[in-house]
């Protein structure tokens, strides 16, 4: 199996600028999670889906974020306008139905300068 | 809402030692506790996975116990190893699932 697919993996962007962070699930696994991990902060749940519903968005940090699962295979973490505050590795992991490990992608590293 | 703690932030120590690391937790309603690795760069690989029912489990030099009633769990790692060097995060999962910050574990040669 391929693992949890992230791209990109590294992104550096202008403030202000819109930024996609994409992520593919293993197949078969019906939970996704994003997560933001800083050396402050740790690693923070900002949503996750089941069965491409979002479940539980509170930690999004604020309405520039958002996130899409338009299907099994697929979800987006979209950051319009970014900040430099957003620098940051983003993670996403999936989970299988009625299981308990978590599989993380390799994340995707963004610096916003 | 649910606090996760790793406790030393940072932990250096000689090659061959056995060494425990303490993760503790706020909230005892927990399905299950998992212990991560993560090495620089790259992302999270599970370790070992306790149920909510279980006091500990077991994977090679790894142990892992869960005291659920305290809100506590150790992570064991035995004889260790240089390859052993990297950062330790435990999680619990309620209806969401919580890191702590993780113990930055370095084994000196």
């Known amino acids: 199996d391929a693992g949890v697919i992230q791209s990109p993996r590294h992104e550096v962007t202008e403030m202000g600028q819109e930024v996609t962070l994409r992520c593919k699930p293993i197949s078969g696994h019906n939970s996704l999670f994003w997560y933001r991990q800083t050396m402050m902060r740790g690693l923070e749940l900002l949503i996750y889906?089941?069965?491409?519903?979002?479940?539980?968005d509170s930690g999004m940090p604020e309405d520039r974020f958002s996130a899409k699962m338009p299907n099994a295979s697929f979800s987006t973490l979209k950051i319009q306008p970014s900040e430099p505050r957003d620098s940051a590795v983003y993670f996403c992991a999936s989970r299988q139905p009625s299981g308990n490990t978590i599989y993380f992608g390799e994340g995707s590293w963004l610096t916003v300068v | 809402k649910q606090e996760v703690t790793q406790i030393p932030a940072a932990l250096s120590v000689p090659e061959g030692e056995n060494l425990v690391l303490n993760c503790s937790f706020t909230?005892?309603?927990?399905?299950?506790l998992q212990w991560f690795r993560q090495d620089p760069g790259k992302g999270l690989t599970s370790l070992l996975l306790i149920q909510s029912s279980q006091r500990e489990q077991t994977s090679g030099r790894l142990n892992a116990s869960l005291d659920k009633s305290s809100g506590r769990s150790t992570l064991y790692i035995a004889a260790s190893q240089p390859g052993d060097s990297a950062t330790y995060l435990c999680a619990v999962r309620d209806d969401k699932i919580i890191f702590g910050k993780g113990t930055r574990l370095h084994i000196l040669p």
């Open positions: 909230d005892s309603a927990i399905y299950n």
């Open positions: 889906f089941n069965n491409n519903v979002p479940i539980d």
